[in-house]
């Protein structure tokens, strides 16, 4: 006979179509009246477990808290959920989600002695697939979602074990029909009527707790328990056998392309939180309270509703508030850190024949072999000055710079210049600036024919688009037209509920004027402007003179309604790699937009991007969305009249970059573009540490350093590896000079507690395995 596993709980959006003020208000009633089921019902069972909530509650009224971890212990209140939030599971970077259960588990076992066994995701946006191997290795060992729901995704059975892109895999349930008004609600819509079935009743989005009602009917029906996840898990692990493989994606794709101003500061909020953990290990001072502090800030801004773009607009004032206070607190840390390093190392110039120094610290695993930009003052110092530039290391190898427009417009006060050079994984080298005495002089050029060392790259008069780009010496033609500025009609909601799709019908942009911004012997920049109708793209294509790789920087003041922005790429095949957090996998032709996590390779060819976090390919064309302008908060449940006034998404200005990378490189250059090195401005003075140091540094196949840090337990190095191209191998890790070599499966994360003595692989969450 089928039995009914009945879970009581609160699906809770701490902001949504409200902020959160609002929100914790709502959760205390709402966690008033789970209490009092429990009281009234020895068999009633609750399931709620979010870290930040209970922080909430634990601020606002402490004898509530306390009352909730006694039916914890008791096992009447269920930790149900082990991450930190339940978060949009795309957007995020693969150390997010790590952190999501470090975070989320540290939590509970603090304040509750104990571990969650599942999470609970109800209702974010899709899910990735390496979430079974992260899930896994944060003794998460059951997952529970909505969507995507039948419609977009085929299931045979509601339950599963769901393999991850290495193999790992977790037992994992799709529940339908939540929070129904009655049991008979609920069951007749199951798709499976003969295996065992989890219902989850109880009241959605702004709290509420199960009614007293829906408890009494649950005692009424004889196939009914109260139940929770863990217990109904634990019942069907032995029966399950079906099994799915790849990612879970919904067709609601709008929170993929939502609001990216959000997912922007998201990234940048992530990048500075771990350069300030592996600059303080660096350092040597490791302050594990702030970290956390700035962690919880950027895992709270990754709930599905905030990250994917779903909640009103006055709730994006708090979260880019929030962001910003992480931003600045990681930054803060992180230059203190780096400059109190700087100060003991051995500068390369000497008085009185150089000023300046330049520090360049790369603070990403792998080493970084490409251009930076550096900015210094003269005046009132120094005499002033404007004429050419170099740099020289410890060896006395020069390093030409094209000097570029400063950032402040006083000539002649401060000097901004560009140049190539090749900083070690994890660490740093030292430059001296020279004043060569040169006059700057600006290249001639053909803002429609651009020829570098390595590429041929014509541009269209008509449309004002890349139309080829040739390899140099061999002549091959590598692509066809690249980076066109594209716009189709949305009348899709905010979540795109009600379409399938954008129009089809592709509105190009007309195009407007052509600008060389730059033409220097390391560099040019060749600025188009595009219009339709009260928007504007400005187009910044920067060439460099030896790499095959260039890229585009766009400007976007877009004042339409219900129109999407795309930049498009002709490819030669649909079938395509996509870059996910921590892994990869392959997609073919998608009509509506899908997630990325950073990049996308098809031909050959890599598209890497800081700010457009999904795209579709479609009859072979790759287009990245730039922007959607739907409404904030429309669910469209009636007719919309067009003539009210709405608070419209992805108004004025947006601005982002892309990388047009014909090596095809992936994690570690992906990486590499969206972390550049930081460059400190120093004074001559001697020191006791070399010009040039790696501090950590990985070698051996395709793994890269996904993050180092302090480990919440002891005072030892945790770094993280990432196998990135599905090869096991051998890698050789290097830490302050000793090796060690690991061993890495396909796809592996593998987290490592290094000390002097030895390297031993450890759980997520902090603990040996």
Known sequence: MQKLYMIGNTHFDPVWLWKWDEAMASIRATFRSALD?????????????????????????????S????????????????????????????????????????????????????????????????LPQILSKSHIKYYSFVRPEKQHFSLEKPMFWWIGIDGSQILTYRATECYAKTVDDSVKVQPNKEDDLMIVYGVTDHGGAPTKKLIAEINECEDAVFSSVSDFFKSQEEKCTYQVEGDLLTGDFGPYSNYLKIKQMNRKAEFAAQNAEISSVIAGRYDKKTMESCWRDILFNQFHDILGGASIKEAYFDAENLFGRAITTANEMMHFNLQKVTKDIKTVGKNPDTIWNLAVWNLNGSPYEDYIEAEIQWAHEFDWYDKGIALEDEDGNRYPCQVIAAKAVIPRFRSRFVFKAEIPAAGY???????????LVKNEVNP?????????????????????????ASGEKLSDRLIVPACYYDDGDTWCFNIKEYDKRRIPLAPGETQVVEAGDLRTIIKRTYRYNESKIDLYYTFYMDTRFFDVSYRVNWNE??????????????????????GKIQRGEIGADVPTSGWVK???????????????????????????????????????????????????ISEGKIRVDFTGGEAKETQNFLNPPVVICESNHDGVLPCENSYYSVSGGSVFIGTVKQCEYDDCDVVRLVETDGKACEAKLTVRNNEYMISMKPFEIKTLKVNEAAVEEIFMTEELQ
């Open 561 to 582: 309604k219900h129109y999407a922005l795309k930049l498009e790429s002709l490819r030669k095949e649909n079938e395509h790699i996509v870059s996910i957090p921590y």
């Open 37 to 65: 089921r429990m009281k009234e019902d020895e068999n009633f069972i609750y399931s709620f477990a979010t870290p930040p909530v209970f922080e909430w509650i634990k601020n606002t009224d402490p004898e509530m808290f």
């Open 448 to 472: 429609n024919h651009i020829i570098t060392e390595q590429l041929d790259i014509y541009f269209s008069e008509e449309t004002g688009c890349i139309e080829s780009v040739y390899d140099k």
């Open 429 to 439: 080298k030292m430059f001296k600036v020279v004043q060569t005495g040169e006059e």
């Open 602 to 652: 098809s031909d050959g060819i890599s598209f890497m991007t800081d700010g457009m976090f999904s795209y579709n390919m479609r009859d072979k064309v790759l287009g990245f969305t730039v922007l959607r302008s739907p409404i904030f908060g429309d669910l469209r449940l009636s007719e919309l009249d067009y003539d009210e006034e709405f608070d419209m998404m992805s108004q004025g």
């Open 67 to 130: 009352e909730i971890k006694a039916r914890i212990q008791e096992g009447r209140w269920e930790l149900a959920e082990a991450w930190w939030v339940q978060p949009d599971c795309y957007g995020a970077s693969g150390e997010s989600y790590v952190r999501q259960g470090l975070y989320g588990q540290k939590y509970l076992l603090e304040n509750f002695g104990k571990y969650s066994d599942g999470m609970f995701q109800i209702d974010s946006f899709g899910h990735n697939p390496q």
